[in-house]
């Protein structure tokens, strides 16, 4: 977006003000608001408790695309969600850690 705004003879006159303060809000939010918490989280239950989380951002992408933007959710997607609910869930259900089971070997 940037670089049509820069390259192309578009006006950023043109671009609806509206538009550019919720672009600064949702960069804001996401990476400023979401990056924090994700560092809290790593402080507060550890990184290998945190890092099964991770696998849950495709998920949400899928269900904002959905809600925003109006996408279809296809099949495969819906697959793969549940795919990765149920890791997240086996790996949730687990009482050893993956560094608890190394240190055992």
């Given amino acids: 977006m940037y670089i049509a705004l820069v390259t192309s003879t578009f006006l950023i006159s ?5 538009w550019m303060v919720l672009h600064a809000f949702f960069e804001i939010f996401a990476i400023c608001i979401g990056n924090f918490m994700w560092i809290w989280g790593i402080g507060k239950i ?15 992408a899928i269900i ?14 819906l697959i793969g969600g ?13 009482k050893i850690s993956i560094v608890q089971s190394t240190a055992m070997k």
Avoid at 69 to 77: A, K, M, P, R
Avoid at 82 to 94: D, I, P, Q
């Fill in 14 to 18: 043109q671009y609806h003000a509206k």
């Fill in 46 to 60: 550890g990184s290998n408790r945190t890092a099964i989380y991770n696998n849950l951002s495709p998920i949400f």
């Fill in 82 to 94: 549940v795919a990765v609910l149920w890791g997240v869930y086996l790996m949730r259900k687990s």
């Fill in 64 to 77: 904002t695309g959905y809600f925003l933007l109006g996408e279809t959710i296809e099949l495969w997607q």
